[in-house]
């Protein structure tokens, strides 16, 4: 008797495009790519404000190009939709139970959103925008 | 004794995803701001180097700046898999030694302030 495994047909490439809940996952997934070019960017400035003050200067120059600024608008739809769906997401990945009692998933996404805008605001604070 | 070394790669992974989605928006909306003419005094030279010249302020950009990558290159190893990339030694191998790199090079820049 021989049992044949259950294979399922799937274009490598293009299988995303079969559903709209797939789409969404790879919408999230491209914001890594986003995110991974501005990480080096941050390295290249950590390397700018080690040089001195006229590198520094020529750094902050250099982010003033419209391609760069064009760049910075994605990466921050990128990482406001990455924070968006990870704290959505903590409700599924850490559940709180207290005795027999779970914690509704609502407080402890919005616990994160609450902590993510203090967070927020303390930086923007202490950056002197506010 | 643990068989597996995925723990090893998802810890920074976690704590990465974790550490992008409390501060990098509010670190690209400053870099933003610089960029469209209204550099907040925060980037200023005299007031960042401060901040990186302090041992804390060190440890705060280093844990940022390489959860982030360490992260990002663990996303980027799964999204090539989800477009058709199959060579995933490869690509791992190749993401995981670049967030490795920039994580030493931020951590000597880092120094050197």
């Given amino acids: 008797m021989s049992r044949r495994p259950l294979l399922r047909e799937f274009p490598p490439t293009t299988w995303y495009f079969r559903q709209p809940r797939y789409l969404r996952y790879m919408s999230r997934e491209i914001t890594s790519i986003l995110i991974a070019a501005y990480c080096v960017l941050l390295v290249f400035g950590l390397h700018s404000l080690a040089a001195g003050p006229a590198a520094w200067e020529a750094f902050l120059l250099t982010l003033k190009s419209p391609a760069s600024i064009v760049f910075q608008l994605l990466v921050l739809i990128a990482a ?51 | 004794m643990a068989k597996s070394h995925k723990p090893v790669v998802w810890f920074p ?28 005094a925060g980037l200023d030279y005299a007031n960042l180097h401060a901040f990186a010249a302090n041992g804390l302020g060190k440890l705060i950009i280093f844990g940022v700046v390489s959860l982030s990558m360490w992260s990002s290159a663990h996303r980027l190893r799964c999204t090539f898999y989800d477009f058709g990339v199959r060579a995933d030694t490869a690509v791992a191998t190749i993401l995981y030694l670049a967030a490795i790199i920039g994580s030493i090079l931020a951590a000597i820049y880092l120094l050197r302030i």
């Fill in chain 2, 13 to 40: 992974f976690a704590a990465g995803g974790t550490v992008i989605a409390f501060f990098i928006p509010v670190i690209v909306l400053l870099t933003l701001m610089a960029a469209l003419g209204h550099a907040p």
């Fill in chain 1, 80 to 130: 406001v939709y990455h924070a968006a769906t990870w704290f959505n997401a903590t409700q599924k990945a850490m559940p709180l139970q207290i005795g027999e009692y779970f914690v509704p998933g609502a407080m402890i996404s919005g616990a994160h959103y609450v902590a993510w805008a203090l967070l927020s605001f303390a930086i923007l604070f202490l950056a002197g925008v506010i």
